[in-house]
């Protein structure tokens, strides 16, 4: 059975079928964004000149017919594919700090597709530096709970709360949902692939010169981020972000040999208890067995972010508030200056908010089962 949003519901048993590539001419119904405010630039033009993204901005972009979509076009839509891949982090920390066993199946998988997350955001800020922009990271930190940015996958919010199967299905598993999934749901036209898709148009379109000046070369997870200097390499990078969220259109997998399911279906496997096993053409949750791990019961952080909350819990969270803030700073210069020590500074950060995070979700709100957990707000 699937729910109306798509994403399934009931036995690990639930069939999985092949999915056809939907027309990305879909988010042409959305209001059009006049042709001068995205209109064919030189390739030399001065980065800032492209309208800032906000909600709806992808439907608007890709509004924008094809032989008008220049470099500022580009620039514009790379900001809202930064905004997108960082915004996915929190919630996904949020779940896998809330396991207490981080060596469980289920652990495993959440931190590997973090891993992945931190991969795609260096990708498209590397794509964006190379067309001289500059990601606007704290500019733009996201703001929880609410919709994607640019709004992709529209009517979805994201929100932040320890590991349940709610939020597998309603947050992790809508956020990387295909366009249309193998498993048994509803065809998602609005999808972040789709989204991908119309980058990789405007760019074999447009056919930029790339600087390596600003972008970085690091190594993060299982993934190398390097300098992205040709068009295959674009094309190259965009189907990784793609294949490994959504998987590819035949298969489950990442598309990339290393044994590994697309985020949306990794995400399902726990959801549903089992691994993915392929028997007679189709793909079932019938694998063996993924306990639901033991979590720390994290609430739902409300709107405005924890009313009055007791001074320990005030302390840690004004802890993490002023630690998050230092990595979207680092994260600012890292690729404003082409600075690799910036980055590094940046992850370095990153893993001491796993602390106060832990500690918070230690902490029993009054009167519930339930306990507070990290924000997420800047400083």
Known sequence: MAKANGFPEG????????????????FAAATPVSAAACARSPQGSA???????????????????EGNRGVDWL???????????????????????SVRNRTCDAARLIRRIISDEMYHFGIVCNLLAGLGGRPRIRESAPVYPGPLPGGVHPGLNVYLSGLTRELLRDVMMAIEAPAAPLTDGAPEPHSIGHFYDELQKAFRVVAPDLSVDRQLHERIGEDTLSPIKTLEDVERSIEIIKDQGEGTSASPTDGLDDGHMAHYYAFAEIYHGRQLREAAGTWQFTGPSIPFPDTRPMSMVPAGGWDRPP????????????????????????????DPDSLMTAVRRMRRLEAPAVDLMEMPIAGTEE?????????
């Open 371 to 379: 306990t507070y957990g990290p924000q997420f707000r800047p400083r």
């Open 75 to 97: 620039r514009s839509a790379l900001q809202v594919a930064v905004e997108i891949e960082f915004s996915t982090i929190p919630p996904y920390l949020c779940g896998w700090w």
């Open 11 to 26: 036995a690990a048993g639930v069939p999985v079928r092949r999915r056809s590539l939907l027309a990305s001419a879909a």
């Open 47 to 65: 980065p800032g000149q492209y309208p800032p993204p906000r909600h709806g901005a992808v439907a608007r972009l890709v509004a924008v017919p």
């Open 311 to 338: 001074a320990a819990a005030q302390r840690l969270l004004e802890d993490f508030d002023s630690t998050y803030t230092t990595v979207l700073e680092a994260l600012d210069t890292a690729w404003e200056e082409g």
